[in-house]
């Protein structure tokens, strides 16, 4: 099982971005997905989930401004993120769970700064 992140960039403070993760070799199962963030000096820690029947849960510092979701025909989930904050810099990383195992792909960074 692989993942794969992708629509980091530079943004300024009120802006928006939409990362996206695709999942490949999980034969077309559902499973539920997640994303966190890693700022630097600091532990990882979860920003949004959707489970197999979509759903969402966010935490509270990015509740009302991201949403998660998923195309299980595409094997993709997205963060639609908007009012970003300098505090919301950090690399971002997809997570599913298949079978009892996790997997992570290996992050796209978003970096909040004017």
């Known amino acids: 099982v692989q993942l794969v992140e992708s629509g980091g960039g530079l943004v300024q403070p009120g802006g928006s971005l939409r990362l996206s993760c695709v999942v490949s070799?999980?034969?077309?199962?559902?499973?539920?997905m997640a994303w966190y963030r890693q700022a630097p000096g600091n532990q990882r820690e979860w920003v949004a989930g959707?489970?197999?029947?979509?759903?969402?849960n966010y935490a509270d510092s990015v509740k009302g401004r991201f949403t998660i979701s998923r195309d299980n025909a595409k094997n993709t989930v997205h963060l639609q993120m908007n009012s970003l904050k300098p505090e919301d810099t950090a690399v971002y990383y997809c997570?599913?769970?298949?079978?009892?195992?996790?997997?992570w792909g290996k992050g796209t960074l978003v970096t909040v700064s004017s």
């Open positions: 997570k599913t769970n298949l079978g009892g195992i996790d997997y």
């Open positions: 959707i489970g197999s029947g979509g759903t969402t």
């Open positions: 070799g999980s034969s077309g199962r559902l499973y539920p």
